[in-house]
C-alpha cells in the first residue's frame, strides 16, 4: 500500500514565476492538507481539501492556491514566488474528521532564486 | 489562538541514556488533540503517538512514552535506553476542532520542534 506520494522531489524556479506542486493520497485517505516548513522551523499549515473544496486556511496570502481532484488527488499552486517562498513543502492526508491520524509525504524542496 | 511551544531546541546524549522532550501547548478549547512526530533526514513526519484531551493516561510503547498533564498544558515525550536511529527532529503538534456544515475538521499547529542527536 502507498502511502502518501508527492511530485518533484525538488525544484527550483526563479522569482516572479509560478509552480505547482502535486500529491496523491495514501488510499482510502478523503483529506488532503498543505503545510509549508521553512528551514528550522516547525510545518505551518496552509488549508485543507475534503470533498475537492477548501475546508480550512491558514494564513497564506492568495498566491497560494490549491485543487483538489475527484480521485482525492491534490495541487498546490504558488503565484509570483518570492525569495521567502523557499521551504519544504509537505502533502498530508487522511480520513475525513477532528483528530484522525495524517499521513505525511516526503515533501517537495522549493528553491526560489 | 493555539500554539506549541518546544523550548529544547537541540539535544544531544550518549547512546543508552534517556531523554525527554518538552512540549507545552496553549488553546481555549476544552477539546483538542495532541501529537508527536518525528521528521528523520528524509524529510517525511512518522506519526508517533495521539492523544485526546480527555485521556491523560501515559502510555508506554516500548522504548517510548508520553506524560499528558492538562493542569500545566504539557504532553513530554521520553526515549528510554536511546539508540543512534533516534536521531531526528521530534515535533509536538496540538489540533483543534473546527466545524462547518455538520462535519468536523482538524488542523495540526506544530512547534518549533527539537532537534534530537544520539552519539554512539
Known amino acids: 500500500d502507498a502511502g502518501v506520494t508527492q511530485s518533484p522531489t525538488h525544484l527550483i524556479k526563479t522569482r516572479g514565476q509560478q509552480v505547482t506542486l502535486r500529491c496523491s493520497p495514501k488510499?482510502?485517505?478523503?483529506?488532503v492538507s498543505w503545510y509549508q516548513q521553512a528551514l528550522g522551523q516547525g510545518p505551518q499549515f496552509i488549508f485543507q481539501y475534503y470533498e475537492e473544496e477548501e475546508r480550512q486556511r491558514g494564513n497564506f496570502p492568495d498566491r497560494f492556491s490549491g485543487h483538489q481532484f475527484p480521485n482525492y488527488s491534490s495541487e498546490l499552486n504558488v503565484n509570483a514566488l518570492l525569495l521567502g517562498d523557499s521551504a519544504l513543502y509537505l502533502c498530508a492526508s487522511s480520513r475525513q474528521g477532528w483528530g484522525t491520524e495524517a499521513f505525511f509525504g516526503q515533501g517537495t524542496r522549493l528553491t526560489v532564486v | 489562538a493555539q500554539k506549541v511551544t518546544q523550548a529544547q531546541t537541540e539535544i544531544s546524549v550518549v547512546e543508552k541514556e534517556d531523554v525527554t522532550l518538552d512540549c507545552v501547548y496553549e488553546t481555549r478549547d476544552t477539546t483538542y488533540y495532541l501529537f508527536w512526530y518525528k521528521q528523520p533526514p528524509s524529510g517525511e513526519l512518522v506519526f508517533l503517538i495521539r492523544?485526546?484531551?480527555?485521556?491523560?493516561q501515559n502510555e508506554i510503547s516500548g522504548r517510548y512514552s508520553w506524560n499528558f498533564q492538562k493542569s500545566t498544558s504539557s504532553f513530554n515525550f521520553t526515549i528510554t535506553a536511546s539508540q543512534v536511529v533516534d536521531s531526528a527532529v521530534y515535533f509536538c503538534a496540538l489540533s483543534e476542532v473546527y466545524s462547518a456544515g455538520g462535519t468536523s475538521y482538524g488542523k495540526l499547529t506544530f512547534g518549533q520542534g527539537t532537534i534530537l542527536t544520539v552519539h554512539p
Open positions: 488510499s482510502g485517505h478523503d483529506t
Open positions: 492523544r485526546n484531551s480527555f485521556d491523560e
